[in-house]
């Protein structure tokens, strides 16, 4: 398996709702990342785990909490977002955290009303 | 932190010509340079890397140039076809745990028929 699997691929939520974006990998990858992007924009990096543990927040508000449950799950919890958080979440794993190929998912398209 | 600028924004050329992208960074510590090509509504994935020990790499039509005096490196596109009508990104890194890839800009490539 060579892929990184993300669901649910489009989410619609009201500013009042919780939600979950979901990531597995199963290339025995030990860092996994979650970006922000918008459209016609750079990925924007919001948090790394290596092994398993937060390594980087990017200074992401509290509304994202992100949570790594195993080495090949990746969760992003989704609380009281705003309009302006809208944009396609992207799941990454690479083999170790550094300078290493970065294999993306097809991404969680996010509406918030 | 790195800072990487990519140069054009937008390229159009008709098909059949050569597309060249250009990239350049800040941090003299980077010695890992992927480029990533994501297609509309698609997530990028990963086309060519350099690696700082080498000055040019080439893969099929795709090839990528490195120039650590001046900090810059370049995506060349030969014989290009539709199917390469994408947005094209570069990013840079330092080797090593801690050090995250910074993206540039992007790059919209049309291949007019």
């Known amino acids: 398996d060579t892929e990184v699997t993300q669901t649910p691929k489009h989410l619609v939520m009201g500013m009042t709702n919780k939600k979950s974006l979901k990531c597995e990998q199963h290339?025995?990858?030990?860092?996994m990342y979650w970006y922000k992007q918008k459209a016609k924009k750079p990925p924007e990096l919001m948090f790394v785990?290596?092994?398993?543990?937060?390594?980087i927040n990017e200074s992401v508000p509290s509304r994202f909490s992100p949570e790594c449950p195993n080495s090949s799950l990746l969760n992003l919890h989704l609380h009281a977002l705003q309009p302006e958080d809208s944009a396609l979440y992207l799941c990454?794993?690479?083999?170790?955290?550094?300078?290493?190929?970065?294999?993306f998912g097809a991404g969680s398209r996010l509406t918030v009303l | 932190g790195e800072n990487v600028e990519q140069h054009p924004s937008t390229l159009s050329v008709q098909e059949g010509d050569s597309a060249v992208i250009k990239c350049t960074y800040s941090?003299?510590?980077?010695?890992?340079f992927p480029w990533y090509k994501q297609e509309l509504g698609k997530r990028p994935q990963l086309i060519i890397d350099?690696?700082?020990?080498?000055g040019e790499k080439k893969d099929q039509r795709i090839a990528v140039t490195l120039n650590k005096t001046a900090k810059h490196f370049s995506l060349h596109i030969t014989e290009t076809q539709p199917e390469d009508s994408a947005v094209y990104f570069c990013?840079?890194?330092?080797?090593?745990?801690?050090?995250?890839?910074?993206f540039g800009t992007g790059t919209q490539l049309k291949v007019e028929l």
């Open positions: 290339m025995g990858h030990r860092a």
């Open positions: 990013a840079a890194t330092a080797t090593g745990g801690g050090n995250k890839l910074t």
């Open positions: 785990y290596s092994y398993e543990k937060l390594s």
């Open positions: 990454a794993s690479s083999p170790q955290f550094g300078a290493n190929v970065l294999t």
């Open positions: 941090d003299s510590a980077s010695n890992y």
């Open positions: 350099i690696r700082s020990n080498v």
